[in-house]
């Protein structure tokens, strides 16, 4: 059973460029969350997708936005890359309502 | 606002010793908690889930301990590895939907 499955792993834009990150979650798990964690920080949440719509969102600008594909796979897009936005990128997904989320491996982006 | 501490940013101990980690929170009523692992470079993996209704929870050689009253989680790592050393999160949820909130981390040194 393949966990959860993010890519690319590793990946350098310039500032302004925009990004595409993707996830494929658990098997059986309906809900993906995005997270981003800077270096020494703990991850921060960015938002969380169900039935592929936006659920919920935390404090991250409108150039963060994202989508749920109907098998549940999810894409992260970041707009207006900023110096600020280098970072790990971690995917998480889960059962509706079940608390145990199992996160990727995720995706570093480093933005020169 | 919320807030998460995690005590420590480090923490060295002996190989056969029990490593304690704590876990405090303000302004914040959970209605669970989990603890993950981190290895550099990797994303979190799930360790244990703590309810708020719930006082010890036992996997091996891990323990967790949530005290609602006092607003903290201790994590116990008994008889300590160097395999062991790792930086350890702590997240806390207010529902099944909710997103986690994570504290910095604690990073553990096994030393042999």
């Known amino acids: 059973d393949a966990g959860v499955t993010q890519s690319p792993t590793h990946l350098i834009k310039t500032r302004g460029q925009q990004v595409t990150l993707r996830c494929s979650p658990k098997?059986?798990?309906?809900?993906v969350s995005w997270y981003q964690q800077a270096l020494g920080q703990g991850p921060q949440f960015i938002f969380q997708y169900y039935e592929e719509e936006e659920r919920q969102r935390g404090n991250f600008p409108d150039r963060f936005s994202g989508h749920q594909f109907p098998n549940y796979s999810s894409e992260l897009n970041v707009n207006a890359l900023l110096l600020g936005d280098s970072a790990l990128y971690l995917c998480?997904?889960?059962?509706?309502?079940?608390?145990?989320?199992?996160f990727g491996e995720g995706s570093w982006l480093t933005v020169v | 606002s919320q807030k998460i501490e995690q005590n420590s940013e480090a923490l060295n101990i002996q190989e056969g010793k029990t490593a304690t980690l704590t876990c405090n929170y303000t302004?914040?009523?959970?209605?669970?908690l989990q603890w993950y692992r981190q290895d550099p470079g990797r994303g979190p993996v799930f360790l244990l889930l703590i309810r708020e209704n719930e006082k010890e929870k036992r996997k091996e050689r891990l323990k967790v301990t949530f005290d609602t009253t006092l607003k903290q989680s201790l994590f116990h790592i008994t008889a300590s590895q160097p395999a062991d050393s790792a930086t350890y999160l702590c997240?806390?949820?207010?529902?099944?939907?909710?997103?986690?909130?994570f504290g910095k981390g604690t990073r553990l040194s096994v030393i042999a």
């Open positions: 997240a806390l949820a207010s529902s099944g939907n909710t997103p986690l909130v």
């Open positions: 998480a997904s889960s059962r509706d309502i079940v608390d145990t989320i199992y």
């Open positions: 098997s059986g798990h309906d809900t």
């Open positions: 302004n914040y009523s959970p209605a669970y």
